[in-house]
Structure formats: C-alpha cells, structure tokens
C-alpha cells in the first residue's frame, strides 16, 4: 500500500501563489510518475502536471507558464508551484502516482486539498 498525504492548500487571492507538496509513503513499492489533478464542483477531475521518474513534465495547457511540477525522489515527494493564480483555478487538488510491486502496477490517490482562489 502506498499513502500520499498532501499539503499546502488553501485560500489565495488572485495573482497569488501557493505550493502544494505530496509525501508518499512506501513500503515495498517503486513510485514511478507522480502527479496532480483537480477537480472542481460539479466537473470532472482533470490533469493538472505529472512528473516521471526522471524528471520528464507534462502540463494542461490551462496552467502552462504558471505551475511548476518537481519531485525529490530521495523524499518520494512531488510539488506543484502554483503562481498566478486565477478564480478558475479553485478546485480540490489530488496528488496521484503510479507505483510498482512485483512487476504490477498500482494507482494512487491522495485525499485532496481546496485550493480557492479569490477574485
């Protein structure tokens, strides 16, 4: 089993920034892409940044130029560097990754953490 617990959200102003980290804790596993995605009220979770291994990134164009996805494989932790921040950006935030255990690959998913933006 794989844990990720999240930190970092909560209310901004627009224009502002926050930084949103994912600790996943292990056991027996390799943690392989990392990620987060969003989920809004009454919408679908989305993409929002993923992050292989070795450091390779992938955005949403809705955030590009704004967020900035890191990870530090020594700590299994990813970070979302959200700046600008903009009223559409308000969502629960989820961190995910996939992991690896006996040749099998497994999906996880953090608890989520609000991030609001004011207008």
């Known amino acids: 089993q794989v844990q990720l617990v999240e930190s970092g959200g909560g209310l901004v102003q627009a224009g502002g920034s926050l930084r949103l980290s994912c600790a996943a804790s292990?056991?027996?596993?390799?943690?392989?892409?990392m990620g987060w995605y969003r989920q809004a009220p009454g919408k679908q979770r989305d993409l929002v940044a993923t992050?292989?291994?070795?450091?390779?990134?992938n955005y949403a164009n809705s955030v590009k130029g704004r967020f900035t996805i890191s990870r530090d494989n020594a700590k299994n932790t990813v970070y979302l560097q959200m700046n600008s921040l903009k009223p559409e950006d308000t969502a629960v935030y989820y961190c995910?990754?996939?992991?690896?255990?006996?040749?099998?690959?497994?999906?996880?998913w953090g608890q989520g953490t609000q991030v609001t933006v004011s207008s």
């Open positions: 995910n990754t996939k992991a690896t255990r006996d040749y099998r690959e497994y999906v996880y």
């Open positions: 292990r056991s027996m596993f390799r943690i392989n892409d």
């Open positions: 992050i292989t291994s070795s450091g390779m990134t």
